[in-house]
């Protein structure tokens, strides 16, 4: 089993964004970004690249197919923020707060999540390579048809995770807090699990495999 190599994020002193909106295909180089409300904004395209995203609000920001090289987002939140198809590589994403957010095909390399919860993720047809899950809340991810390539999960909560499809390498889920899956037990090979989740999984795994168990 292979560990994740965790990002080295290591911010230059930021300038402060001057606001005026986000535009597409913008190129924003050493900015920090805080308390920004950019709800509603179209970045489509736009690069960050030593940015710095503190408590800003994301609902419904569309940064389809965005860069973000780099960068720390702490405390950001929002409903429905569009990263479909973005490449994320030496970020660190902390404690936010997000509902319902696209990252469909998007690319995630030396990523950390730490902290925050949340819902919805959806991550179909990611790509995923090293990548670390820590101490935050998963209701609901969606893996489908993801490939995930030393991701690590550590003291973190799974509610519902959707594997279908999807191809892991080098995934450890020995850490996660609560591990529950509804989809995609069939895809686990490439996975480690500890003996109690395999235990906790033994009801859902008779299930998929057609197993009867009576007393």
Known sequence: MKGARRPEVRLPVPA?????????????????????????QDGSGARFMDCSLVGCALDETRLHHARVLDSALTGVRGLGTDLAEATLRD?????ARLGGPQLHGAVLERVLIRGGK??????????????????????????????????????CVLKGADFHA??????DLRGAASLEISA????LSGAVISTAQLLDLAPVLAVEWGIRVED
């Open 118 to 155: 949340i819902d919805f993720l959806n991550l179909r047809t990611a790509r995923l390579r090293d990548v670390v899950f820590e101490g935050c809340v998963l209701v609901e991810p969606d893996f489908g048809g993801a490939r995930l390539e030393r991701v690590e999960f550590v003291d």
């Open 16 to 40: 402060p964004y001057g606001g005026g909106g986000l535009e597409p295909d913008g190129d924003y180089d050493g900015l920090e970004f805080r308390d920004a409300d950019l709800g509603g």
């Open 91 to 95: 970020v660190e994403l902390t404690d």
């Open 184 to 187: 995609g037990l069939d895809r």
């Open 166 to 171: 999807a191809t892991l390498t080098d995934v």
